[in-house]
């Protein structure tokens, strides 16, 4: 079951071979249930690959193919020698499990030596990750961007995304009507508490001064507060706080 489907488009790799068990925190109830598990068990290791030479993975949001992976076993930094010795020594105080071994140690560094998958003349790019790292794998058909050669998404279509996103809100904010909520953009009922700016309108200036008002309430106390720090900015000092209608009949 290594087989990648039409639409899937990474599959999670590493260094250290397939697990053939799951470690697995308690037990399922029942026997079919447990069944399933297992059936789950298979399935999610079928989406794991291990890191060879020819394998593609993303990095910086390119395709690239791996030539050659090193085990630094033998010669490592100081700082890894001093990571894995600091392993050596909490181990010794808890004697929990086995000992750690340099050979198995899930921080152990390796080298991944790669290649532009769109370009393997070039010079080739040296990656140091521990074992324990993800790699985003992906199958030998991908998608690229045409425009600029990046894996979807890819930073034109980030950038047209949140742009889009900016725009719809700025035209829902557009179409609130005057009086109502600038944060949610709904009607404040006479019974509902409000926070008031006064002053133009900052966020509508097409609306008359005194215009931006809010619901008092913990749901829409994001707008308030981000109208109050452009609101301090212009020279603000304090919002009126109205009561609602409620408020006045208890006080009378
Ligand atoms: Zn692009
Ligand atoms: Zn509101």
Same mark, same amino acid.
């Given at each position: ?31 079919? $249930?447990?069944?399933?598990? $297992? ?55 808890? *004697? ?23 370009? +393997? ?7 140091? #990750? =521990? ?15 045409? #425009?600029?050669?990046?894996? =979807? ?38 019974? *509902?508490?409000?926070? $008031?700016?006064?002053? +133009?309108?900052?966020?509508? =200036? ?19 507060? $981000? ?12 919002? *009126? ?12």
């Amino acid at each position: 079951m290594t087989r990648w489907y039409p639409r899937q488009t990474t599959k999670k790799g590493g260094i250290n071979p397939p697990v053939t068990k799951w470690n697995r925190i308690g037990e399922s109830s029942s026997a079919s $249930r447990r069944y399933q598990d $297992r059936v789950h068990e298979k399935l999610a290791i079928a989406g794991y690959v291990q890191l060879t030479p020819g394998v593609i993975f993303i990095y910086e949001r390119a395709p690239w193919r791996i030539v050659e992976i090193v085990d630094r076993l033998q010669d490592w930094d100081d700082e890894h020698e001093a990571m894995f010795a600091g392993i050596l020594r909490a181990w010794e105080r808890s *004697q929990r499990g086995d000992k750690p071994e340099r050979a198995t140690w899930a921080g152990r560094p390796f080298v991944v030596v790669a290649v532009p998958d769109q370009d +393997p003349t070039a010079k080739p790019v040296h990656l140091e #990750a =521990p074992a324990h790292y993800t790699w985003q794998i992906l199958p030998e058909h991908y998608l690229i961007c045409r #425009a600029c050669g990046e894996l =979807p998404p890819c930073r034109h279509e980030e950038a047209e995304t949140s742009a889009d996103r900016e725009m719809a809100r700025t035209e829902v904010l557009m179409e609130i009507p005057a009086g109502h909520c600038m944060s949610c953009g709904e009607h404040i009922t006479r019974r *509902q508490k409000s926070t $008031r700016f006064p002053g +133009p309108n900052l966020w509508r =200036p097409d609306l008359p001064e005194h215009s931006a008002i809010f619901h008092a309430r913990e749901e829409c106390s994001d707008g308030v507060d $981000r109208y109050r720090t452009a609101w301090e900015a212009r020279g603000g000092t304090r919002p *009126q706080t109205t009561l609602s209608f409620n408020d006045l009949g208890e006080a009378s």
